[in-house]
């Protein structure tokens, strides 16, 4: 019997790192995975399935690598050791998440949507959305010019380009499309002597004698977008930053990115955010940088070994 159990030990110890299990593994892992991609609604039992076959691939390669430890070149070991810690990373990444929601600016959101979990769910902090900027290509407007609350001029431009008004250069600046404003600029020769909008806003001097009005404009096409973000909790501000499309924000091992914009039918803006959590990511990139250390120093020493022969 001691024998008996000896040898089924020594089988199975040999079978979790033999290349018959890989070659096994692979295909099946693969499928499930594949799986994964075709919708978003996937059963949790797929995902459990997978992470199986992952904790699989990963005792058959430790395994592999403790059985030939002795014959394999230390460049391998370095790569299996690499590809070891990859794995590792991604059962960590396991335990992240990623979450998503909405929030009008200038409010505040208590709990965002955890997809893993299919709940709402808080980050331990209160997000506020404190302000949207949104950068535009130049967009054509024709700007109305009143003198003394008479009509002088109509000029038609484009947003970032300027006009001379009697000893006066008027640049156009940003439009406002919420607001439905334009903002100016007035130079005096070389001198900046204040700002106004074409809604009668303006920090100019009294003896100025114009007035602007927003005539018609294009629709413009968004060149950019970024949120400013504010992370409350107990009434505090803990973290505050900004947020772009492929430049999150990031607090306490999460990444805050501003993923949409959209109007609501009062044209309120609410912006719409997706905050992801990976603990794994930087196992990973370190598992990688093994990888790569072992295959630079496995193919030198090739080379070397051939330059000899």
Known sequence: MLKSSGSDSK???????SKELIIGL?????????????????????????????????????????????TLSWPVLVIHSGIIIVFVGGGISLFGFVATVNIYEGKIAETVYNWNKKEDVSLGADI?????????????VKV????????????????????????????????????????????????FIGSADTLGENDLPVYFPYEFKLVAY????????????????????VAEGSTKVNGPMHWNGMNFYHTET????????????????????????????????GAVFYIMRKLRGRRER
Not at 11 to 17: A, D, H
Request: a neutral charge.
């Open 218 to 237: 294009v629709d413009p096409v968004i060149r950019r977008t970024s949120v400013d973000l504010a992370l409350i909790k107990d009434n505090k501000i």
């Open 128 to 140: 506020m959305v404190k302000k949207l900027h949104e950068e535009y290509y130049p967009v054509p």
């Open 262 to 293: 959209n109007w609501d039918k009062s044209g309120n803006p609410y912006i719409g955010l997706q905050i992801t959590y990976d603990p794994g990511v930087e196992t990973v990139y370190i598992g990688f940088s093994v990888i790569s250390f």
């Open 144 to 191: 109305g010019v009143l003198k003394n609350g008479e009509k002088k001029e109509l000029f038609r431009l484009r947003t970032g380009e300027s006009f001379h008004l009697e000893g006066y250069d008027i640049v156009v600046g940003s439009l406002d499309i919420s607001a439905k404003t334009l903002k100016l600029g007035v130079f005096q020769g070389d001198t």
């Open 26 to 70: 692979l295909p099946v892992l693969c499928f499930f995975l594949a799986i994964t991609t075709f919708s978003e609604e996937i059963n949790n039992i797929i995902w459990i399935i997978n992470g199986i076959l992952i904790f699989l691939v990963l005792i058959n390669l430790s395994f592999c690598t403790i059985q030939r430890i002795k």
């Open 11 to 17: 089988g199975l110890y040999s079978f979790l790192g």
